[in-house]
């Protein structure tokens, strides 16, 4: 299994604002993917960041909201643009192995919007 | 559309006892089933998987779960909870194998008493 690191482990930040979060993993990896679990809720999925190419977005995610790089096979940013407080949640990037399905995740990173 | 539904919303056992948490899906193809585990404050761990093959398959922390097809369930079981194994469960299944797409449960809480 992959080790995977998330940075920052937890913010709060101010309506309005941007943050980064960022996904290092310890080997190369084709897909990497980034999750969002809301307060008392279940995981849902972002968009799914391949290495050179442009991410796929869930339905209900757009990349304005949530631009997402990949610029190389071990790392990965979401951003989380012009926040609400709707956005307070954990977000979590995980990366896919054995055709994509079994996937290992990181720490998560908690954001609090106030 | 597929779905997976964790009917128990949290559950409590005493230390020592058996365990069953359920998990029912709901996805035309084969499915490929998970379990995860978060502990407060951490990320998801991967505890066992099904893609194929025996129906029983094994995890860690000397976790269970049993695939029957019939019933659309893939329920994870632990002969003797320890009072580490406090946290949340979530079943989740892969959808298409190269999407890597998983389907979240929204999670059983388990609480552990002495």
């Known amino acids: 299994s992959a080790v995977i690191s998330q940075k920052p482990s937890r913010d709060i930040c101010q309506r309005g604002t941007s943050l980064t979060i960022q996904c290092q993993v310890d080997s190369q990896v084709t897909m990497m993917f980034w999750y969002r679990q809301q307060p008392g809720q279940s995981l849902t999925l972002i968009a799914t960041?391949?290495?050179?190419?442009?991410?796929?977005?869930e339905s209900g995610f757009v990349i304005d909201k949530f631009p997402i790089s990949r610029p190389n096979l071990t790392f990965s940013t979401l951003t989380v643009s012009n926040m609400s407080p709707e956005d307070s949640s954990i977000y979590l990037c995980?990366?896919?192995?054995?055709?994509?399905?079994?996937?290992?995740f990181g720490p998560g990173t908690r954001l609090t919007v106030l | 559309a597929q779905s997976v539904t964790q009917p128990d919303i949290h559950i409590t056992v005493s230390e020592g006892a058996s365990l069953e948490l359920r998990c029912n899906y709901s996805y035309g193809a084969t499915p490929y089933l998970f379990w995860y585990v978060q502990s407060p404050g951490q990320g998801l761990q991967l505890l066992l998987k099904y893609f194929s093959g025996d129906t029983l398959v094994q995890g860690i922390k000397g976790f269970e779960a049993e695939f029957k097809r019939s019933q659309s369930s893939f329920n994870l079981r632990k002969p003797s909870v320890h009072w580490s194994d406090a946290a949340e469960y979530f079943c989740?299944?892969?959808?298409?194998?190269?999407?890597?797409?998983?389907?979240f449960g929204k999670g059983t809480k388990l609480s552990v008493k002495p």
């Open positions: 989740a299944v892969g959808v298409g194998r190269s999407q890597g797409n998983l389907i």
């Open positions: 995980s990366v896919g192995t054995r055709g994509y399905n079994e996937q290992f």
């Open positions: 960041a391949n290495q050179g190419s442009e991410a796929t977005y």
